[in-house]
């Protein structure tokens, strides 16, 4: 989506948006995504929704900063579970269901791994706008994101599949129904996504970092930051574009295989498609499955490959991939400086601590790892890390190659017996 920016009113300088936090009375200046609205003029503002999204923070972290290997105060956090839904897919439900709005939907429909459905049921069931369809697989999908489903009042529809059969599906019946739908593969979504990029570079001043860190699923949020960079350095409203990395989980490492092993490239807008085409070819052959216990991002067939890959060319960006143990003992240290966050999103710090021990992050850059959802999406894997026994991945989650749980901090059991508590409380006091 491009816009005609000479015909539209855009701020002199970023701060300018500063002066909308005086009227937070008003929702439009309120809302995270909304405040920006003149720099993802898609619709007239009346018309857009809100339901108060885009209230998160950006936090340096100490601990994780430690862990990933850089200096201590340069590596900070962007809290995107702090949505209202729990994840960052507020950003883009609130454009896209504007869009929606705006031409007359009645119905809205997505295929999700649980945090998309989560948003768009939550949008549909306090704006009462719309009806939410929502598709997802029979896998992995965690208790916390289908149960809001189920609590918003969506239409919820469990394909005998994976996320990518519910993808394939979702479009066919859209199309069929004439279902508006809500994936990344709206255009809409990606320009509330952009907005995370402009709190970013809010909370640091307007200072962009050196780096931003992000995990790659269906690949909308690294395609709207690579848009949000290129938007704000043609405006000239920033001088330097951070480089991005996009971080895969290695059962779902689509994205690391075309670009790190296979050469795809943007190649300034005639892309070399017949590379991912014949990878696509040879996943059927084989049949092959993505399998992560990150469930978020157990994605082979990205949407939004194309677009990533304009991104990563814009953002200098590199991808890498991680593995199921890197993200748990990632999440555990995230979980252990507050606010936690759910196993895909730990793949960011994952892949920074990987991308420091390369030398490609130096260890006095400004490093953002964008944290996508809440804790409590996934409490599931939390406590079987925390288990401390590896064997409850396989039994809970059915997932393999956790060896072990290094942060783990175990429940402590005890008998009902006072002196019993009272000595187990006294040995374990650290
Ligand atoms: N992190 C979380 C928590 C997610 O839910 C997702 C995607 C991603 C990362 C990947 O983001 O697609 O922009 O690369 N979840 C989608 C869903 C697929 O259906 O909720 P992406």
Known sequence: MAYEWDRLRVPGELSDFEQKWARRNDPYCFSGVWRFHDLLPFAPLRQCVTVGEGQTLLHPSEGVARYVGITPGRLYLQ???MNPSGSFKDNGMSAAFSHARMVGARRAACASTGNTSASLALYCSVTRLMKAV???????????????ALDYGALTVQIAGDFDDAMARVQEVSRELGIYLVNSVNPFRLEGQKTIMFRVLEALGWQPPDWIVVPGGNLGNSSAFGKAFHELHELGLIDRIPRLA???????????ELVE????????????????DAYFAEMNAKHERAS??????EINRPVNLTKCIRALEWCDGVVREVTDQEILDAKAQVGAGGMGCEPASAAS????????????????????CILTGHQL??????????????????????SRGVETTQFANH????????DKIIEAINTHDH
Request: hydrophobic letters at 40%; a positive charge; charged letters at 20%.
């Open 79 to 81: 809290y995107e579970g």
């Open 134 to 148: 929502i598709f997802i697989g029979s896998g992995k999908i965690s208790y916390g994101k289908l149960s809001q």
């Open 246 to 256: 996009v971080i895969n989980a290695a059962g779902a490492n689509t994205l690391y």
């Open 261 to 276: 092993h296979r050469g795809l490239r943007w190649n300034a807008g005639r892309p070399n498609l017949d590379v991912s």
């Open 292 to 297: 992560t216990l990150a469930s978020a991002i």
């Open 349 to 368: 710090v994952a892949g920074a601590k990987k991308l420091a021990a390369e030398g490609l992050i130096a260890s006095d850059d400004r490093v953002v």
């Open 377 to 398: 999406k996934d409490p599931t894997a939390t406590v079987a890390y925390h288990s401390g026994d590896p064997k409850k991945f396989e039994e809970v989650l059915g």
């Open 411 to 418: 429940p402590v059991a005890v008998p009902n017996n006072l």
